[in-house]
């Protein structure tokens, strides 16, 4: 199972950006299976920022709530990770996640940049 995270960059504080991450191999699909997005900055944990379900519930952690939302492209085996309001500390390399069972498997991370 193959996770390409892609989308990061550098953006002004407010912009927006939306990431990626395709998911092939290893017949796993986005449809039934959990997929999340985390990221982590320098010196710090990572951290959990969101999640969609295979009932396409999503929750989000209270630092992105209401700014972030996470959606899919079943036919394209991708979810979206669309970043508005962004703000500096929103700065960090973003990872995506697919959970099947007890396995998890993480993308490469892709970068975001926030200037001030």
């Known amino acids: 199972v193959q996770l390409q995270a892609s989308g990061g960059g550098l953006v002004q504080t407010g912009g927006s950006l939306r990431l990626s991450c395709t998911v092939s191999?290893?017949?796993?699909?986005?449809?039934?299976?959990?997929m999340s997005w985390h990221r982590q900055a320098p010196g710090k944990e990572r951290e959990w920022i969101g999640r969609?379900?295979?009932?396409?519930?999503?929750d989000y952690g209270d630092s992105v709530k209401g700014r972030f939302s996470i959606s899919r492209d079943i036919a394209k085996n991708t979810m979206y990770l669309q970043m508005n309001d962004l703000r500096p500390e929103d700065t960090a390399v973003y990872y995506c996640?697919?959970?099947?069972?007890?396995?998890?498997?993480w993308g490469q991370g892709t970068q975001v940049t926030v200037s001030s």
């Open positions: 191999g290893g017949r796993f699909s986005i449809v039934t299976n959990y």
């Open positions: 996640r697919g959970t099947r069972g007890s396995a998890n498997y």
């Open positions: 969609i379900t295979p009932g396409t519930t999503t």
